[in-house]
Structures are given as structure tokens and as C-alpha cells.
């Protein structure tokens, strides 16, 4: 059976076959998480009338359940940037995320975000969103305390650190301890209601509502067992999450990510959202594509190991970001992977880890902890060897890691196991989703835009989109970003419709 | 720019845009290679009327460029198998195809695909196809010779041998030299025509008609530069092809294949079929994948030499067929990939190499090429130290290549240049396309068929999935295997609309 099979009718209405209007707005937003929220404030802004439809009981979405990190910098660093001394250029962070993304990076959408990311910090701020005036110049993946910014992605790792002048972009809100997110939606949430939004939880948007045109003219919605029709003159903006709570879809369409196991979102990311574009024929694109991490550090000591295959091979600098490692672990030929460490290494791992690795050998020699391995015989000697030999200059001639995590290994060494399915944890998500324009205007396969229709967050595929290229707090700088400019397009389209019944 | 902004529009037509039908047929195909011909028999001998519309002019498709290979088995073997005592269990071919396609694989699919093989086998002997009696047991891309029956994949290779009993599949079509499919072609192009089948040459279909009930019920092509509405009373079928010529798409879709640089295909593989689909809500899968290769034997004496990236590692058992080895080189993190092969491996290369790699350092001693190659120190020569051990006892305990292809290399050794974009050839073509039941129906994301319209070959998702997984004549197996059921199924619905029409 194809996963599609599996899934929930999303078929479009057509306007032909609507009764009556059961709500009518000027914009009709699914889904209240970053990119819902952002959406609804920009529209409400702009003087036009707003519905949400939150398929769960509170707002929130995968932004409350994330770091609260917001990915952003350029033109010369955002305000907190430039208070830290980091003067961060519009070129180098382009040329960063375009390195990050590859081939398959949207060039506009990048120079876009980049050109409006100072703007875009003092509008978070505006919100009252909290960002403690700190630098944490430390390998973390979220402050354990209220600090603010960091570096958060592969900046000061080979090869970008050749290419692009490094900055610390991630943002991070204001709160003591990991998950600011919800911090973070507190606020939006706030200025959402008091915007005058009509906010309805408990709705689940079944699926769009179509004219003869071919535009979109609203939704269907089910509130308290009740099938409404909503009618938004504006359009709709289609903020549901992404796809990976559906197993199936996950299979079908981003394979490599079934290997991970700790699916990162809220229960909502079922792809609906996706599923009601492609119905009217959107394209989704880069639906392959994941983030995928083995967060192992904290302790950040444990970078100064060494990440080997079962063949003895290292195989990436283990200084680069956890999702690059986590994504390149997937990529290895190979049916185990262990982090090798010395005990100085190893450190506090017994008390800060998160990644949950096992210890499966120590040795007092390499040679025993090859043997321990039942690696073929002189392998990962050879590379403890040589590792050793250029670290002690302070060189990975192999792979590139960085002066700052170099140095020689000293036996006793402990393995700790982190090949994925062996109880190491990998958190996953998915970075494919509807092909859109920078307003949020969704695209069919022929570059047609569907008249009406809106994506943003993880519903459209945004700058994200790659796992070996992810950053903390690129995925929330996407969403509220590109959500507001949704905002802003589909309340412009609804203003334009009511001058022209006007004018009629 | 988004890719999808670059490609001509598909958008369907409604019925009621309609005035007059110009062409009326039961069944109309889009497309005269290796499916649409096949769909086209399989119609016409059930006793309804086709039409095929072909964009260029003349039949073919990128069947008539292939190999003339078949990958056929299964049921204890197809009567050239049999003949050669391969008895060749089911079981054992479809444990082979789910490995080669792992996770994505549709396994009904695979069953409907391996269960009907020797049928397949005896349906293209009866159309006229010449078949030597022969087994070529070589490690070759194709066979020089007009030898029928090969080994084409990693049926011989690890992993796969340890889990299935091994057979030679490919079933190729007898012609002296390479590029057989022409010859099979011939013969389809001939069995469609002895049909009576309608054929238009020089024929663009332009988009799909759709009606009230969102059915599919024409297309409309263009003939000497007229618009011509078909109306399909059994429906449509895409036989487009892929969309490896598609740059636009390639990029947007499946970004891996972009290092690649020989597009193999025919100029029509511009993804149309697989727009139209879409442009009508049908979910389009497993985009990013696509065949991959190094076509390095011959002279097949390489595979006994050494496969390495820029840090002197190996990463793959070079006895696997040439496009598990390109895919495996796409995925590695190294600015260079060197095949290093002593005198002996070296053999004819000058004479017989098609994959034209350039020797870039020779050396009387591996710590001499190690030099001239520039990699860090002593990395390449404990590579082959390593492998010359364990080589001696017919082991590879690291990749598993099998003992046939393992021998101690000795010097003087030379390094090929084999990195994707310094001048070695790789061909590559898509892995994705339509979702599709095994009949051909074509499906939508929420899992609904669109009534009246079905795809094959690359206009679909087919058997073949990954690039690591792929086996010669597996496409051409696929698309003539599933072009015949879409075109029993498109007939069978044109003679029930037929008894409907004389019952209403």
C-alpha cells in the first residue's frame, strides 16, 4: 500500500457546493504556532479581519515546544549583535545559508530574510518578547541559563568558517533552563488576542474551498462536531506544522529519516496542511529533506573525541553542529558508529549528557578497545594514531576540525555507542513542504500561483533545507518571518477585493 | 526563483472549456517508448480503440536508448533462467528488490512485479523480441556481445548475497554492441502497429481535461501547430517519461543528481507527464532519488583495485554494480575520489574505459602515489597496507568485497581521478514520479484515485527507488511489466462505460 492510501481526504471543496457561510473574514489562518500567530498580528495590523482555526486546545504549535531560537543577523548585525561587537555583514550570512542549503536553496527567499532580519528582531522585541542583553560563547545547543545569543549552527566550523566571517545569529528568548519557546509564544499568543483575533480552538481545518476560477475562497472547518464554512475574502494562510508525526508520509516521502527515533514537533504535524495544498495541485518540494541530530553535547568536552565507524573511519569533524554529525551519521556505510574519548574527554558525560549513548568498551590501549570493538584489527589504531600525530600541531588535515577541539587523545579510552536505533537519541523533523513565493503565495508545479492560497512555517519549505546545513533557530526565524509576510500579502488581497465590491 | 516558476504550464482543462471533441477513443496514451507501447498492445488486444500521442517524431522513448536489458525472474525462473539451471524462487528475488529499495519500496508492487516476471518474460518472446539462448556469467554494464542473460546488479555482492540466493535477472535483448533497446523497440513499435493502434507522431499533449466529477476525460495535444481536444472514454495514460532533462526540476527535486553530468534519457523526459499529474492534485513521490553511476568496468579487471576519498579511505566493496559505487561517491564527504589500481588492474583500461577518468599520479611505491596525490601522510599507504593483509587471506573484512575480486595490489600503482565534475563520466536519470496502484491508476496525496487516469514507467514511481538499489533492465522491466497493466485496466473502464452507455 502507498502511504497515501493511509491518509485523511483533504479533497477540496468546490464553492458549488457550499450551502451557506457559516464564518466570514477577510483572513482565515490554520494552525496558531509561530508562523499562525505572526500571520494573524501583521493581518490584524493591516486593519482587516482575522480568523484562526487551532486544530489542538491551546496555541503554540512546534514553536512552544522549541528552544525559542531566532536565527538572525546581516546588515551589519541586529541590535543585540552589534552591542556584542559582531558586525554582521548582509554577504556573509547570504553566503552562509546558501552554503548551508546547496543546490537546492531558494536564492530570493534567503536574500530576503537576510535583508530583513534586523528589521525582523526589533519587531519581536516589539512584541515584548524577552532577549537578556548576553553573549554565551560556549558549544551548546540551548543555554541552560537566560542567555541570549550564540552560535548556533556550522559558523565556526570548516568549510564555512573559509568562506563566511563567523557571528553568533541564534537569538535566544529570555527563560532559565532549555525551551524558550513557549516563552516566546506567550508573547505572540498575547498580541494576537489583543490584536481582537477571533482565536477558535478545537477547530480542525478539513479542507480548502474552491471557486470556478480555480481560487481559493475559504475553508471547511470542524468546531464541536459541526462542519463550518468559512469564507475569507483574503485568503487562507496555511500554517499547520509539518509532516513528521505521519508515519507514513515519512516513509513514503523523507525515507532516510525513519532511521531516527524521537520525532520533534507537536502531535499536529501530520502533514494536513501540505495535503490541503497539494489537493488543489501545489507543489510541495524538498520533501526528502530532514533535520536530523545526535545531540551530544552537553558536555562540550565531548568534542575533542573522536566519531569512528565500524570501520575504524572518522568521517567528519566533530566540531560542526550536531545536526550536520546526526545527518552525516545516517550517510555512513556502516552498522555502528562510536564516539571514542579519552577520560578528559568524557568529563561530566555521566551527568549533563541528553544524547543517552551507551558505554560499549573501554580500553587501557586503543589496541584493547579495538579488540573490545571487534573492529578488524589496526584500524581504529591506525586512525587513534594519526589523529593523534596532527592534533598535537594542532591540524586535522582529513577533516578540518578546528584548532580550539584539537588535541592528542590519551588512553585509557572509553566507546560510547551512537549508531542510530541502538537507544542513542535522534531527534527529527522534516524540511520539505509547499513550494511558495516570498509573500507566502503558494506555487502549482507549472510556477502558477493558486490565487488565495498561503503557506508558511513548516508547511511551505522555507530557508531550511538541508539537515547537513540546519541552525538553531532557523526554523522559528523562518516561520515568524515568512508568516508575517503572508500576513501582510493576504490582508493586501483581501483590502484590494473590498475596494473593487466597492467600486462594483 | 523557485523552480516551478521555469516550467511551461499544465494547468487542466475543464470539460465545460470544451466545444468540440476533435479525436474520440477509448483509451489515449501520452508517449511511444517502453510503456506507452506496451499499454498500448495490452489495450488493443482487449478490444478497444488507441491512440498514442508521441511529442517527437518517432517511437522509442528512452527504452529505444537503453540497453535492451529486462530484470526478470522469480517463480523459479523464466525459461532462459531455467535453461541455464538458475531456478530462480521468488522469495529470493523480492527479499533482493525491498533490500535494494529499503524503505520506500511499494511492496505490492514488488509482488505484483515478481509473481507476474516469467509471464512477462514469455508476453515480450511472443511480441517478436529476439533473445539468445545464452548466459554471459561477466561482471559488464552490458554485454559487447549479443549474449542474453547477466548478472546485472549486486546480486553477487555484499550484502545481498548473504541474504539472497543469487541469480542473473537481466534478460538482455539480442543484438550485437551495446544499446539493445532499440531492437526491443522495433519489435514493440511493430506489435503496436500490427494492432491497428492510431499513432500520432509530432504530437504535444498539453494538459489534461477534467470533468464536473474531477474524472479525467481527454487531453488536449497540439498537431501541426493546432490545439486538438481528445476525449479518452477509458481514460488517459501518462507514458511521458521522466524528468531528467529538466534542469530546473532536477535541481528543485532531487538536488543530489546535480553533480552528475550526463542526463540519460531522450530530450522528452522534461517531467510533462509528471506536471500534468500533479496539475491535477496527484501526489508525486520519491522525488529526490535517482540512478547514479561510475560506469568503471570495462575493463572489469578494476574491480580488483581500490576505491578512495581524499583523506585515503576506503568507503564501498568495489565489486557493486556501478550505480550502487556512484551513489556511494555522491554521499561522501571529500573534495576527490581516486580508483587506485596496480599494473595488473590497470589492464586494458587505455583501451576499453568508457567512464574516462584521467590517471593523475602514478607511483613506484604507494608511499610515492600517497605524495603525488597530496593526501595527509601515511593515510593511503594504511589503507592498502590494511587491505593487502587482509586481501592475502581472500577477506575484506571492512566492505566485504568478495574473495573472486580480492587480491594483494603491488606496485608501481596508478590513481584515476573519479571525483563527480572533473571530467569522469556519470549518467544519471529520476527515480521519481506519480504515485500509482499497480493497475497504473494515478493517486492523490489523501490516497483517492483520479478516475480515468494512469501513468507508467518514469512517468510514475516505480520498482526501482534508490540509487544504491538500482539494477540494469529494472526500468525497462518496470515500465513495459506496469505499462501493460494500465493499459488492461484504462481498457477494461472504457468497455464498462460502454455498457453503461447501452444500459442508460
Known amino acids: 500500500m502507498s502511504a497515501a492510501e493511509k491518509t485523511v481526504p483533504t479533497k477540496a471543496k468546490k464553492v458549488s457546493e457550499i450551502q451557506q457561510w457559516d464564518i466570514e473574514t477577510d483572513v482565515a489562518i490554520v494552525g496558531f504556532g509561530g508562523a499562525g500567530s505572526s500571520a494573524a498580528i501583521e493581518a490584524a495590523d493591516a486593519g482587516v479581519t482575522v480568523h484562526i482555526f487551532e486544530a489542538s486546545s491551546a496555541a503554540g504549535g512546534s514553536t512552544a515546544l522549541s528552544g525559542g531560537e531566532v536565527y538572525l543577523g546581516g546588515n551589519g548585525g541586529t541590535a543585540m549583535q552589534r552591542q556584542f561587537g559582531f558586525d554582521d555583514q548582509s554577504a556573509d550570512m547570504e553566503k552562509y545559508l546558501l552554503m548551508q542549503h546547496g543546490p537546492q536553496s531558494d536564492e530570493a527567499k534567503v536574500a530576503a530574510y537576510v535583508d530583513g532580519g534586523v528589521a525582523h528582531f526589533d519587531w519581536l522585541v516589539d512584541k515584548n518578547i524577552p532577549f537578556k542583553q548576553s553573549f554565551l560563547d560556549e558549544r551548546v545547543v540551548e543555554p541552560m541559563t537566560d542567555d541570549c545569543l550564540i552560535y548556533s549552527g556550522n559558523e565556526k566550523t570548516w568549510p564555512e568558517i573559509e568562506h563566511c566571517k563567523p557571528a553568533p545569529r541564534a537569538h535566544v528568548v529570555?527563560?532559565?533552563?532549555?525551551?524558550?519557546?513557549?516563552?516566546?509564544?506567550?508573547?505572540?499568543?498575547?498580541?494576537?488576542?489583543?490584536?481582537?483575533?477571533?482565536?477558535?480552538?478545537?477547530?480542525?481545518?478539513?479542507?480548502?474551498?474552491?471557486?470556478?476560477?480555480?481560487?481559493?475562497?475559504?475553508?471547511?472547518?470542524?468546531?464541536?462536531?459541526?462542519?463550518?464554512?468559512?469564507?475569507?475574502?483574503?485568503?487562507?494562510?496555511?500554517?499547520?506544522g509539518g509532516f513528521v508525526m505521519n508515519e507514513e508520509m515519512v516513509k513514503q516521502y523523507a525515507p532516510k529519516l525513519t532511521r531516527c527515533n524521537i520525532p520533534t514537533g507537536n502531535p499536529g504535524d501530520t502533514g494536513s496542511g501540505i495535503q490541503m495544498g497539494m489537493s488543489v495541485g501545489a507543489a510541495a518540494i524538498n520533501m526528502h529533506e530532514g533535520f536530523a541530530s545526535i545531540p551530544f553535547y552537553p558536555p562540550s568536552t565531548l568534542t575533542f573525541g573522536m566519531i569512528v565507524t565500524d570501520k575504524g573511519q572518522r568521517f567528519i569533524n566533530e566540531d560542526a553542529y550536531h545536526g550536520r554529525v546526526g545527518t552525516a551519521l545516517l550517510e555512513q556505510n556502516s552498522e555502528r558508529i562510536y564516539?571514542?574519548?579519552?577520560?578528559?574527554?568524557?568529563?561530566?558525560?555521566?551527568?549533563?549528557?541528553?544524547?543517552?549513548?551507551?558505554?560499549?568498551?573501554?580500553?587501557?590501549?586503543?589496541?584493547?578497545?579495538?579488540?573490545?570493538?571487534?573492529?578488524?584489527?589496526?584500524?581504529?589504531?591506525?586512525?587513534?594514531?594519526?589523529?593523534?600525530?596532527?592534533?598535537?600541531?594542532?591540524?586535522?588535515?582529513?577533516?578540518?576540525?578546528?584548532?580550539?577541539?584539537?588535541?592528542?587523545?590519551?588512553?585509557?579510552?572509553?566507546?560510547?555507542?551512537?549508531?542510530?536505533?541502538?537507544?542513542?537519541?535522534?531527534?527529527?523533523?522534516?524540511?520539505?513542504?509547499?513550494?511558495?513565493?516570498?509573500?507566502?503565495?503558494?506555487?502549482?508545479?507549472?510556477?502558477?500561483?493558486?490565487?488565495?492560497?498561503?503557506?508558511?512555517?513548516?508547511?511551505?519549505?522555507?530557508?531550511?533545507r538541508r539537515g547537513s546545513g540546519y541552525n538553531s533557530g532557523i526554523s522559528i526565524g523562518d516561520a515568524t518571518f515568512f508568516g508575517r509576510q503572508a500576513g501582510i500579502a493576504a490582508a493586501a488581497r483581501a483590502k484590494e477585493s473590498q475596494v473593487s465590491d466597492t467600486a462594483a
Open 339 to 464: 564516539f571514542i574519548v579519552d577520560v578528559d574527554a568524557y568529563g561530566d558525560y555521566e551527568k549533563l549528557n541528553f544524547m543517552n549513548a551507551d558505554v560499549v568498551a573501554t580500553g587501557d590501549s586503543i589496541e584493547e578497545l579495538e579488540q573490545e570493538l571487534k573492529l578488524p584489527k589496526s584500524c581504529l589504531t591506525h586512525t587513534m594514531k594519526l589523529y593523534n600525530e596532527f592534533a598535537e600541531q594542532g591540524e586535522d588535515p582529513m577533516f578540518h576540525k578546528q584548532p580550539a577541539w584539537l588535541r592528542p587523545l590519551e588512553a585509557p579510552f572509553v566507546a560510547l555507542d551512537i549508531t542510530p536505533g541502538r537507544g542513542a537519541i535522534f531527534p527529527y523533523f522534516t524540511l520539505g513542504g509547499l513550494d511558495t513565493k516570498i509573500a507566502g503565495e503558494v506555487l502549482k508545479v507549472d510556477g502558477t500561483v493558486i490565487d488565495g492560497l498561503y503557506a508558511a512555517g513548516r508547511t511551505s519549505c522555507g530557508i531550511p
Open 174 to 240: 529570555q527563560m532559565a533552563g532549555m525551551g524558550a519557546g513557549k516563552v516566546l509564544m506567550q508573547h505572540l499568543q498575547k498580541a494576537v488576542e489583543d490584536r481582537g483575533v477571533n482565536i477558535h480552538y478545537d477547530a480542525r481545518a478539513l479542507c480548502l474551498i474552491i471557486d470556478e476560477a480555480d481560487s481559493i475562497v475559504g475553508i471547511v472547518v470542524r468546531i464541536d462536531g459541526k462542519e463550518l464554512n468559512v469564507k475569507a475574502q483574503g485568503g487562507v494562510i496555511l500554517c499547520a
